[in-house]
């Protein structure tokens, strides 16, 4: 089965930048949307970004101006960039592919997913 491997987490205090990546081994993705959702304890699984294979972006209104998205389609690659991050930022993050529908924002639209990588805001 294919899998996503995200990198890039760990601990960031407040105001404090880092950058996620995604990558898949076993797949090209350059025709599927990618996401990058997030979940906190005890809370539902949540959309922060998402880009379409020709490039259209969606954000959550949380995080816009301080995430940047973007994929490197000859790397199979796809990144999420937090700057200005807050203690409310602290989640699991998990990276996506959806095979079909242009910019999906539901987990259930996404087919395959990443183990998902700690980041956590310190105040």
């Known amino acids: 089965q294919v899998q996503l491997v995200e990198s890039g987490g760990g601990l960031v205090q407040a105001g404090g930048s880092l950058r996620l990546s995604c990558a898949a081994p076993g797949r090209t993705f350059s025709s599927d949307a990618m996401g990058w959702f997030r979940q906190a304890p005890g809370k539902e699984r949540d959309i922060v970004a998402a880009i379409s294979w020709s490039g259209i972006i969606y954000y959550v209104d949380s995080v816009k101006g301080r995430f940047t998205i973007s994929r490197d389609n000859a790397k199979n690659t796809v990144y999420l960039q937090m700057n200005s991050l807050e203690p409310e930022d602290t989640a699991v993050y998990y990276c996506?592919?959806?095979?079909?529908?242009?910019?999906?924002?539901?987990?259930?639209?996404?087919?395959?997913w990443g183990q998902g990588t700690q980041v956590t805001v310190s105040s």
């Open positions: 996506a592919a959806a095979a079909y529908g242009l910019l999906p924002r539901t987990p259930g639209e996404y087919n395959y």
